[in-house]
């Protein structure tokens, strides 16, 4: 098969795939598009520096030279929320991925090997899960600083027990079904059982508990910058715009509702896509 | 006499995805005497609950009657509101579903649940209604009646299960009951009691009643009229005798033959050169579920002593109840059931007792086939993807040379090449099934196991797939260790046939002493209670009491007759004291019994001359 065709072909499906979603799946896709080139292309956008006063007014409205107006000191609104998302939309993104692999994975390795294996990990994850998140995240901060990478990995530690858990029982059920017991049968090796029949199974679940994973990982930035441990000054993510800027709530400006309907619309539009993405049976009327 | 039930130019249709109408049922129409019985039969997809359901003035998501005229009793059915319906379902209509135990709500007891229409309606106080639902526990049979509904429903058998959601429906004296395929979940055995109390019921309450079912046999017993349906069209009405004796339609005709298969001749049961060891042989295995205790035995015993031997090329049916054993003992030659004790030989080789000491080569002479090809075939792969996975596993096959052989594949179950790409979803049941047992083809495997491979089937799916296993066998010289709980099938595939009666073996004989008496008192039990195409076998089957016996004494149970509280010819002094032996009668039958020709020879004859009455 030539390349040119597998091209043409990967276009089409694409193409096919938004058009099949549903409406609510169209106004997700479009959103996520939307946050992902912002987050991507931010910088090169932003008319002014991050850290840069460019007026003396504070929570102005929106003007020509300053579309969001500018924040409690004076800086430009729309270019720290466009150098800003890519924080949030980062450090949520690779956290969740990272805690739903991770837990996933080990989930998994859990539910094909059973016995003492399932034991030991589920009794770890149990104790992980026993640690109240945001204290957990508040000493680790304390300890080492905030860092990018230390944000990362909080988040990642946090929610992976979650996952795992909801992973391990979709897993166990399906590690039951006759398929999974024909491949046993067949004599096929537990890496193949795991990936090959019980994984593309359970994927559906395991998106929408994603989608949960990035929103509460947004939630939890958005608070650790409330109390100023996350991203630290003069970066900002979303959460931090919302919290620097929270003696401008009484005007109603725009400084404080532009990062508030940012952080809306990008976990709303993640929830639309996942909850539209279609099932693993294709929509084909079956032969009568 | 004026019809009880009219219904004339029944349609329901539904609406596609492409915005087009699809007739589900056409033009149906039958009238139903006061106090007679009508059979709807046809096979899956039919339209049989639909035309039931509409009776109701009730209609599936996504359907709705375009058209026709529905008559119950005075009321003419499509010109109600609502809240009419309503007050007429489940009180001058009743419905008794096909899955008592999915009917039940597991946390409530059996008494509020069956006086429950009778409350909502307020047809009677709760006191005359539990009242009247002791005298329907009696009537239908169910033991203990003034106590039974104290109980839960997971505390009671599938089977009085059936007849409890039986007494609820009869609860508001409805003039008109709907019963969906209310035995086809329950065992032979089971069956035939739950059919006799069905009737009675029916009978002696003047009750209309709409029977819905695939089977032939059981709907010879219990109408007076029957519609046959498929594709949603009448292909032919008549009174049961008619119908039964002599079919007008030529499908009427091919029900009837696939409701009792024709025996396949086995042709290739000769013995090859290698006869020396048999190909499978099972040497008393014991298996069950939970720790292995001191005296070798698990926790919860499934299977004890079982010793069968499958030769190269021939079939080996094991036959038994729900519960018997059959599917464990699959699960333990496979190995993924570790037994307890015995060992298991393959030409004459051992074959390691689990899963992580098997090799490869091992592992493709045995092949399973499962019941369920719902569950069996992985609903993300496509059937390409299924076959060809065996292939490249067990033969190294990738690319074009897959590709050809998994098309080869499906020319040998009989499917289009052009199916390769699909999703089990987008497959019929007999495809799906058809596909499972290609799967285990492509290991080109020495025996396959096949675990009630027809059972999920419509009667005429599962007459073809028989054929299409005998077929394969002589084409292929595979063998099968045939696993069903229908003593029809296995007659007519199997040259052995093994019983099995709660994980032991209780008999071990050819297929042609599987014609004539005498028997194991069990699977007497078990050919008795198979319905023939005959109307007015029910009632003619005989059902032998069991002599009084002492209780065994605690403890020394464990080895005597599995079989002891049911049997008809149990000997105080002997079958409660000493375990029976395994042993011949004159014509070939081993069996697991204390008895000898003449006694079960009597013992059968008691039971014919019952019914010939």
Known sequence: MSGAGAVTRQQSRMRSFFAELPLAGKIGFALVVFWLAVAVLGPLLAPYPVGAFVTNDVFEDSSIHHWLGSDYLGRDVLSRLLLGARYTIGLALGGAVLAVVTGTALALFATVNRGWTDEALSRFMDTLISIPSRIFALVLVAAFGSSLLLLLLIAAIIYMPGNYRIARSLAVNLNEMDYVQVARARGEGSVYVAAVEILPNMLNPLLADFALRFMFIVLLLASLSFLGLGVQPPDADLGSLVRENVSGLPDGALAILAPSVAIATITVGVNLLIDALPGRTRSVPAER | ?613
């Open chain 2, 1 to 613: 006499m004026n019809p009880h039930v009219v219904v004339s130019g029944l349609t329901v249709t539904a609406r596609s995805a492409n915005d087009r109408e699809i007739e589900i049922v056409s033009n149906i129409g039958f009238s139903i005497a006061p106090g007679e019985v009508l059979a709807l039969i046809g096979e899956s997809g039919s339209g049989k609950t639909t035309v039931a359901l509409a009776l109701m003035g009730y209609v599936r998501a996504g359907l709705h009657i375009d058209s026709g005229y529905i008559r119950v009793g005075e009321a003419e059915v499509r010109q109600l509101d609502a809240r009419t319906l309503a007050k007429m379902r489940g009180n001058r209509i009743a419905y008794i579903a096909q899955s008592a135990a999915a009917a039940f709500n597991p946390s409530r007891t059996i008494m509020s649940q069956v006086i429950e229409p009778a409350l909502v309606h307020r047809t009677a106080s709760r006191a005359e209604a539990e009242a009247k639902a002791v005298g329907l526990f009696r009537e239908l049979a169910l033991p203990e009646p003034e106590f039974i509904g104290s109980r839960y429903p997971h505390q009671v058998s599938g089977g009085q299960l059936q007849r409890l959601m039986a007494a609820m429906a009869l609860i508001t004296d409805p003039e008109l009951v709907i019963l969906d395929e209310p035995t086809t979940a329950l065992d032979v055995t089971t069956q035939i009691e739950v059919l006799r109390a069905f009737k009675k019921v029916v009978r002696e309450h003047g009750t209309t009643a709409v029977y819905v079912s695939h089977d032939l046999a059981v709907v010879a017993q219990m109408a007076d009229q029957i519609v046959v349906l498929n594709r949603g069209l009448i292909r032919e009405t008549g009174r049961t005798d008619r119908v039964m004796y002599e079919p007008a339609d030529d499908y009427t005709r091919s029900l009837m033959a696939a409701a009792r298969p024709m025996p396949h001749e086995s042709g290739t049961a000769a013995p090859g050169p290698d006869s020396s060891a048999p190909l499978l042989d099972v040497r008393c295995i014991t298996a069950g579920y939970g720790p292995i205790g001191a005296d070798g035995t698990p926790r919860v015993p499934v299977l004890k002593d079982i010793d069968i031997t499958v030769e190269r090329g021939s079939t080996l049916g094991v036959i038994g109840e729900s519960g018997s054993g059959k599917s464990t003992l699959a699960r333990v030659i496979a190995g993924l059931l570790e037994p307890a004790r015995g060992e298991i030989y393959l030409s004459g080789e051992r074959l390691p007792p689990s899963l992580a000491e098997r090799t490869r080569e091992q592992f493709r002479r045995v092949q399973i086939v499962f019941q369920n090809a719902d569950t069996a075939l992985n609903p993300g792969h496509t059937v390409a993807r299924i076959l060809g996975r065996p292939l490249a596993f067990y033969h190294r096959l990738d690319g074009a040379a897959q590709r050809k052989r998994v098309a080869e594949l499906l020319d040998l179950i009989r499917l289009p090449s052009t199916i390769a790409e699909r999703l089990p979803g987008e497959l019929s049941g007999g495809q799906k099934q058809r596909v499972n047992l290609a799967r285990a083809l492509a290991a080109e495997p020495e025996i396959i196991l096949c675990d009630e491979v027809t059972s999920a089937l419509d009667t005429v799916v599962g007459a073809a797939i028989l054929e299409l296993l005998a077929e394969l066998r002589r084409e292929l010289n595979l063998s099968y260790l045939f696993i069903s709980h229908d003593i029809s099938t296995v007659r007519a595939i199997c040259d052995e046939i093994v019983v099995l009666y709660s994980g032991r073996q209780v008999e071990l004989a050819p297929r042609a002493e599987f014609r004539r008496p005498p028997f194991h008192p069990y699977t007497d039990l078990l050919v008795e209670s198979v319905p023939e195409l005959r109307p007015g076998w029910l009632e003619k089957t005989g059902s032998a009491i069991p002599p009084v016996i002492d209780e065994p004494a605690n403890g020394e149970g464990r080895d005597l007759c599995a079989f002891l509280s049911r049997c008809p010819v149990r000997i105080n002094g002997v079958c409660n004291a000493v375990p029976p032996p395994w042993h011949t009668l004159g014509k070939g039958n081993n069996i697991l019994c204390h008895h000898d020709d003449e006694t079960l020879i009597r013992l059968h004859r008691k039971l014919s001359d019952d019914r010939d009455e």
